[in-house]
């Protein structure tokens, strides 16, 4: 084994922790309206990210990094903002919370049971509410 060996099989590790969570992209009001009626049954998840900004990036990948979730504990989804503004605020709206970018919903019985953005999606306890 060489040493670009090493760099190979550091950047396989940090893929497959990269491509640990299956994020399912949330890109209509009527898969909203799904995630809602779901929730009646297990946690839905949403992450709303921005593509464009460094610190929703760095939160992403935090994530991403400190959760080990998988779909059997809650269904996980991704909003990129950029792309789907329009739902972006129906969700702001329809549960009441602020906008903002990046932000983590954790959603039950058709609620937001937590709701946290930037450095503070970090501190949030999953396991608390799966």
Known sequence: MGLFDLFKR???????KKNRIQW???ISADELDTLVSRS????????KNSTSCGISGMALRSFE?????TS??????MLHIQ???PLSNEI???????HESPQLLIIKNGSVVKDASHG???GVSMEKYL
């Not at 550091?10 to 497959?16: D, I, L, V």
């Not at 702001?92 to 602020?98: P, S």
């Open 10 to 16: 550091n950047e396989a590790s940090s893929t497959a």
């Open 120 to 122: 503070a999606i970090s």
């Open 72 to 77: 059997e504990q809650a269904d996980l989804y």
């Open 92 to 98: 702001a709206q329809r549960f009441r919370v602020r």
């Open 40 to 47: 009646n049954k297990r946690p839905q998840v949403i992450f």
């Open 24 to 26: 399912i992209p949330l």
């Open 65 to 69: 990094s400190q959760y080990e979730l």
């Open 83 to 85: 792309h789907n503004r």
